[in-house]
Antibody, heavy 122, light 107 residues
Framework: QVQLQESGPGLVKPSQTLSLTCTVSGGSISSNSFYWSWIRQLPGKGLEWIGYIYHSGSTFYNPSLKSRVSISVDTSRNQFSLRLSSVTAADTAVYYCARDFNDGYSYGFAEWGQGTLVTVSS | DIQMTQSPSSLSASVGDRVTITCRAS??????LNWYQQRPGEAPKRLIY???SLQSGVPSRFSGSGSGTDFTLTISSLQPEDFATYYC?????????FGQGTKLEIK
């Protein structure tokens, strides 16, 4: 059973860069046809997909965040990471990492991390 | 972007009730529609994928249907643990988008 676990600072200052890591256990991040995403949930709100990475390093980002987002993968550590630059209070959210299977179209997110709250405040 | 609109936004029901939640896409998404349940303080849990396929381990009282732009999630007989928020999500385009959620509350 694949498990995902987010880690990183819970408090980030405005204008700085938010950095989170997702550690994958119980399976290889290099498994074919699995994509690794970051998703966030603003307080009391719905879900926003941020972007994904494939083990090859191929990425796709939500255009609404594209200018500030970077997702990277470290296959040797079975981890992938999120960087979101120039954060404001509007980026305060619970950040989830998740996995989906894609055979041309995604089957949706079957596995999720528990989520980590990141607060942007001085 | 494909906009996903759920209705209702909230719903009060009793244990044993049959409940239906609707999700409408702003353009056709074939059957690339997934449903999630989220309890407070927890990550979302996938219930249904590809419109009608039941996730392993999910009770059979949950079912999904639809294609094109209109989809439904039905809970045939509500149980106490079903009171949660439900989200639909399209995976027809890579810019994955979610509905705004339907909060199911105890009457």
């Amino acid at each position: 059973q694949v498990q995902l676990q987010e880690s990183g600072p819970g408090l980030v200052k405005p204008s700085q860069t938010l950095s989170l890591t997702c550690t994958v256990s119980g399976g290889s991040i290099s498994s074919n046809s699995f994509y690794w995403s970051w998703i966030r949930q603003l307080p009391g709100k719905g879900l926003e997909w941020i972007g994904y990475i494939y083990h090859s390093g191929s990425t796709f980002y939500n255009p609404s965040l594209k200018s500030r987002v970077s997702i990277s993968v470290d296959t040797s550590r079975n981890q992938f990471s999120l960087r979101l630059s120039s954060v404001t209070a509007a980026d305060t959210a619970v950040y989830y990492c998740a996995r989906d299977f894609n055979d041309g179209y995604s089957y949706g997110f079957a596995e999720w991390g528990q989520g980590t709250l990141v607060t942007v405040s001085s | 972007d494909i906009q996903m609109t759920q209705s209702p936004s909230s719903l009060s029901a009793s244990v044993g009730d049959r409940v239906t939640i609707t999700c409408r896409a702003s353009q056709t998404i074939s059957r690339y529609l997934n449903w999630y349940q989220q309890r407070p303080g927890e990550a979302p849990k996938r219930l249904i994928y590809r419109a009608s396929s039941l996730q392993s381990g999910v009770p059979s009282r949950f079912s999904g249907s639809g294609s094109g732009t209109d989809f439904t999630l039905t809970i045939s007989s509500l149980q106490p643990e079903d009171f949660a928020t439900y989200y639909c999500q399209q995976s027809y385009t890579v810019l994955y988008t979610f509905g705004q959620g339907t909060k199911l509350e105890i009457k």
